[in-house]
């Protein structure tokens, strides 16, 4: 079976996903697009926190435990930092430091935020592409109890405490999508758009706020497939459900469907999770979810391939 | 015995002295001036290594064996760097990293040099005053057989292998010497004015280099006492010796005291360094001027103040 499968995902969960279906597809015929959103700027350096986890993820460097950050890492930089009286909130480990000083670097030179990240894939041995969503810059930020927070204060700084009304992805109106994936999905023939089972309204959402991406999802000729991030209707990681509920959204599958509306061919849920009542202009297919094996994730990449060639009617 | 004293020094060697005075005189009773020739931006980070190796050797933090560098450091994000295909030629260690990432970060926001050396010496309880020599930037770059080079491609990433024919202290000529210090020198009855035993070329003159350095000391009313850094014509550490032969200077206690000459009042040298003709208008005083342990910089510290007082007529 041949053809490029194009992935859009945030952090943890949609990492694991990208290496499933990295595992499972041929080389180089897995391109991922990275949310920005969540990128900020933290004691002059310029961290990509969605990028970096595909890259870790995808470079087997993926911390085993955490999820997130450098296997292996040690913490002689936050303890120094600490006794020179820094800012320690956002923990920053020896081994992910490299990543965010050459990119700062890197930057600071010129270079988008795409060349960067192509640079560090290959320095690193990994096979698919990872493009950021876009070279521009977008900031999410949330609209709460306490006033308008950036990301990483409402998400790291305040654990996700604070009620949120609202969501703004700063910059997205204007930000162009990287060339690198709008290409791929307005021209070439793919054999599928997976949806990673990441935060829609945290992860997914920035991705589709920059100009033409729905449009284009949307007219797109090859299947576009989702997976929800939740099971047993809470997320397994991050404040997904507790998020959606407090804007108005119905915390589960249902909800999740709702958020892709127009987009979407169909939506893979854990079996639990299925609706009694569902959105028909979707299919649903039930599958296991949970990826805690890289068999697991391999699983889940080949039930999402599977789900996309029946829908192609290959 | 009560009254400042006002020492000038680069790194290693002279950071030991500047550790033995502190601890033979009364807390708050000593000001380090640091050279800050050999600052320079290395990916993306400001570092300043005389004003570190000062830093942490007063802050007990000095790895012992290296000199510079922080104590019990470990390399993760070299390692990691190097992965990325980041450059390796200066070794930054984790913990040594957090002084650079602070420092930079700080100095984007505005922050002076000199105010970010005295936050991080109270972070780290050093008594001592540490001030680099001008908050304005001044660059050795050194005329080789290779062309102009930048200090530390000469130093780290040459090994001081070209040959030197000049010395430029860039910036130098319109850099204002920080006020902490030049004020110290013109209104405060001091105890000693101390040159450290520091490479004259490469680590005093850059601060002698500051307008109006050498007449202020020329003029101060204190003693002004000079330490050798060499021991039978070698400097223990860095290119001293070979420097001053390449630059027409004599490799010896002659050539130190005709660097200084005008400025200082004694030289102590190592016995065995005693010329046989010598300037005769200067004091010459032998002392051991080999610091391997705590109890010999507090010797020398010593020596180096009895000097002075006695001149002084105390």
């Not at 060349?115 to 977008?138: F, K, Y």
């Not at 033409?212 to 991030?229: D, E, K, Q, T, Y």
Request: charged share 20%; glycine share 10%.
């Amino acid at each position: 079976m041949n053809g490029r499968v194009l992935a859009l995902s945030g952090g943890v969960g949609g990492a694991k996903l990208a290496l499933g279906l990295a595992r499972v597809l041929d080389a180089g015929q897995l391109t991922v697009v990275a949310n920005t959103g969540d990128d900020f700027v933290h004691l002059g350096l310029s961290i990509s926190p969605d990028v970096d986890t595909l890259v870790y993820t995808l470079a087997g460097l993926a911390d085993p435990e955490r999820g997130w950050g450098h296997r292996e890492e040690t913490w002689g930089f936050m303890e120094a930092l600490a006794r020179l009286g820094g800012e320690t909130w956002f923990r920053l480990g020896d081994r992910d430091l490299a990543m965010h000083v050459e990119r700062t670097h890197r930057l600071a030179a010129g270079e988008p935020l795409s060349a960067v990240t192509d640079h560090v894939r290959r320095c690193l041995g990994i096979a698919a592409a990872i493009v950021p969503m876009s070279d521009d810059p977008v900031r999410t930020r949330l609209d709460t109890e306490c006033g308008r927070l950036d990301f990483q204060d409402y998400f790291v700084r305040r654990r996700c405490e604070p009620v949120v009304r609202g969501i703004v992805y700063q910059g997205a109106e204007t930000a162009r999508p990287a060339q690198a994936w709008m290409q791929l999905l307005a021209d070439e023939p793919l054999r599928a758009v997976v949806i990673c089972p990441s935060n829609p309204l945290l992860s997914i959402e920035p991705i589709l706020a920059l100009p033409g991406v729905r449009a284009a999802l949307a007219a797109c000729a090859a299947p576009v497939i989702a997976v929800s991030p939740l099971i047993g209707g809470q997320a397994l990681k991050g404040p997904t459900a507790r998020l959606m509920r407090e804007l108005g959204e119905e915390a589960g599958a249902g909800g999740i469907a709702h958020r892709y509306a127009g987009m979407i061919d169909a939506l893979l849920v854990d079996a639990g999770d299925m609706p009694a009542a569902r959105q028909a202009d979707i299919e649903w297919i039930a599958a296991p979810i949970l990826m805690d094996t890289l068999r697991d994730r391999e699983l889940l990449a080949g039930a999402v391939l599977a789900a996309a060639d029946r829908i192609a009617g290959r």
